[in-house]
């Protein structure tokens, strides 16, 4: 697999409380120097990044983040908002305490309504594995692909641990290609993103990709 297939799964991500816009910038023209997929920015940049890069790459933001504990009514008014400004792919985070309770019910209807709210863009959903039994992750699995979401995805990056290859192991047996998988959080090696990719992910989610595959250090990536 080359580094060109690599990163044109690559969401080039960037979350951080204290991003600059010229950090916002970087990333954009990092993202259409190496093709990648998308890059993934919080809500309040998205209109910048759209004036940067048009429609070169699509820009990606995140809703109910990092917690998911908002309302669906708050979820859904972000999904609106952010594909008004321009965004054609969105990541929301499930309401974790709701899954804790086995609420599936609750759960599929939020993903539903937020995936209507974003109609033909790209929706991924954040269930935070880390947090999770594999009983949990498997119920899921059916929410996600009952609602009609696009992608599973394991994490924020901001809990307790990010992608495993358990988790897209266990995703690819359980969503039956009724989704496609995004693994996120912790990636820091070339062999990590080769062996998700080829375990079942069709998007990885990192800010140090590129570092990654010019050979530089990954440091602390998303």
Known sequence: ??????LARVDHTLLKADAKKADIKKICEEAMANNTASICINPGFIEYAVGIMGDKIPVCTVIGFPLGA????????????AIEKGAQEVDMVINISRAKDG???YITEEIRQIKQAVGDKILKVII???L??????????????DAGADYIKTSTGFS?????????????KHCEGKCKIKA????????????????GADRLGTSSAIKILNGADAGNSY
């Open 184 to 199: 996120a959080g912790g990636i820091r090696s070339r062999e990590d993103m080769v062996k998700f990719i080829e375990l």
């Open 160 to 172: 307790t641990a990010g992608a495993t290859f358990h988790d897209i192991e266990l995703f690819a």
């Open 70 to 81: 908002m309302t669906t009514a708050a979820k859904v008014f972000e999904a609106k908002d």
């Open 103 to 105: 609420d599936w019910e």
């Open 128 to 130: 935070e594995t880390c």
């Open 1 to 6: 697999m080359t580094n060109r297939e690599i």
């Open 132 to 145: 999770l039994t594999d009983e949990e992750k498997i119920a899921l699995c059916k929410c996600v692909t």
